[in-house]
Nanobody
Framework: QVQLVESGGGLVQAGGSLRLSCAASGSWVSFDVMGWYRQAPGKQRELVATITDGSTNYADSVKGRFTISRDGAKNTVSLQMNSLKPEDTAIYSC?????????WGQGTQVTVSS
């Protein structure tokens, strides 16, 4: 059974930085796609960024501020978040897709104070 575990969330002032990490545990798997999603209170979950072998994709709201990366084994993904804004406050969850299966982490809280 594959589990994704996030770390690195917390409280930061506007303009600050945080780095989120997500690692797979349990059965070894090399994900085809990995990504980060977020859900703010009262809002639907939205895509933040995804990464595959050849490309990255970002939500317009985070382009130029966030950077997604993953390791060579393709089972760890990170999200470097710079120039954070109060509107980035949300629960951030990592996601991994392997063939037809999708896996989710439990989420980590990111709070940006103004």
């Amino acid at each position: 059974q594959v589990q994704l575990v996030e770390s690195g969330g917390g409280l930061v002032q506007a303009g600050g930085s945080l780095r989120l990490s997500c690692a797979a545990s349990g059965s070894w798997v090399s994900f085809d796609v990995m990504g980060w999603y977020r859900q703010a209170p009262g809002k639907q979950r939205e895509l933040v960024a995804t990464i595959t072998d050849g490309s990255t994709n970002y939500a317009d709201s985070v382009k130029g501020r966030f950077t997604i990366s993953r390791d060579g084994a393709k089972n760890t993904v990170s999200l470097q978040m710079n120039s954070l804004k109060p509107e980035d406050t949300a629960i951030y969850s990592c996601n991994g897709v392997f063939r037809s299966a999708t896996f989710w982490g439990q989420g980590t809280q990111v709070t940006v104070s103004s």
